[in-house]
């Protein structure tokens, strides 16, 4: 009797928990992970990692709902491509991916509760933890998705849907060597409910060089690589690059081209299934 009377008190003391749909799937998550990043490569393994995110795709679309997008597939796949932590790419944005043959357009579904928690598991990565902030950081559009680094070179000022609580657009280049060249993608980003979607499309758009900012980065490319830094040569050129983006933003809203980035950002943003 008294062990039972015991059993009773700290049933009473312990903190009720139920697990959210969305921890489920984190939970779910992080069990293959774990499995896979300590596993040997095998053929087998690899069928268990493809029925894996298979089964992680399932739990998505019951957190996400039914999504159609024009000119995308009507059924999605986890965004989560690898569940072995030394693969490149690991980490990307939990969501539902849609994507056109190439990846030329690409887009992301999941929710605000697991869009949190992907930024704080991406805080030591220099990622802003507020969504707004992050919407306008490089690495947001970096982590999110595919394997290649993206730099912003403008954001682009597109008119928030009926409904949505954020909208945010960018102009920029993805690539896996130097991210120096003419921007030819824009990503789009938006909120509504507890819903969020990201829409990125490359060779959507064709822009043209600036003067100004090709002078910029000249210049900076210019000054003396400081010998006492073991990374000297990247430094300056992270530098160049830093100050040649901040020159293209300033500059572009003033270019030919611009107006038409901005209309084609705009009409991406409408291909969201905004309600």
């Known amino acids: 009797m008294r062990l039972l009377a015991l059993l009773c008190l700290l049933a009473l003391a312990a903190p009720a928990y139920a697990a959210t749909p969305e921890q489920h799937y984190l939970d779910l998550r992080d069990r293959h992970i774990a499995k896979f990043s300590q596993a040997k490569e095998s053929d087998e393994i690899y069928k268990q990692h493809d029925a894996a995110l298979k089964e992680l795709a399932g739990v998505l679309r019951g957190l996400v709902g039914p999504v159609t997008m024009k000119g995308l597939p009507a059924e999605g796949r986890s965004n989560v491509d690898t569940l072995f932590k030394d693969d ?18 690409q887009a992301v579904v999941t929710t605000t509760g697991l869009l949190k928690h992907w930024l704080r598991e991406h805080r030591d990565d220099g990622m802003p933890q507020e969504t707004g902030a992050a919407f306008k950081s490089d690495r947001f559009y970096y982590y999110a998705i595919q394997d290649a680094a993206f730099a912003i070179y403008a954001e682009l000022p597109i ?3 009926a409904g949505a609580s954020v909208a945010a657009a960018v102009l920029g280049v993805r690539g896996n060597g130097g991210l120096k060249g003419l921007p030819d993608e824009i990503d789009v980003v938006a909120i509504q409910g507890d819903k969020v979607y990201f829409l990125a499309a ?4 064709k822009t043209a060089p600036i003067p100004a900012c090709e002078k910029v980065w000249k210049q900076m490319m210019a000054r003396p690589v400081d010998k006492k830094d073991p990374r000297g040569d990247m430094a300056r050129e992270d530098n160049a690059m830093t100050a040649f983006t901040a020159c293209f933003a300033k500059e572009a809203p003033g270019q030919s081209w611009f107006a038409a980035v901005v ?6 943003l409408e291909l969201l299934p905004l309600r």
Do not use: C, N, Y
Request: hydrophobic content about 30%.
């Open 263 to 268: 209309k084609k950002a705009q009409s991406q």
């Open 159 to 161: 008119a928030k849907p």
């Open 202 to 205: 490359t060779e959507t758009v």
């Open 88 to 105: 490149i790419g690991f980490g990307h944005l939990d969501g539902l991916s849609f994507a056109s043959e190439g990846d030329r357009m």
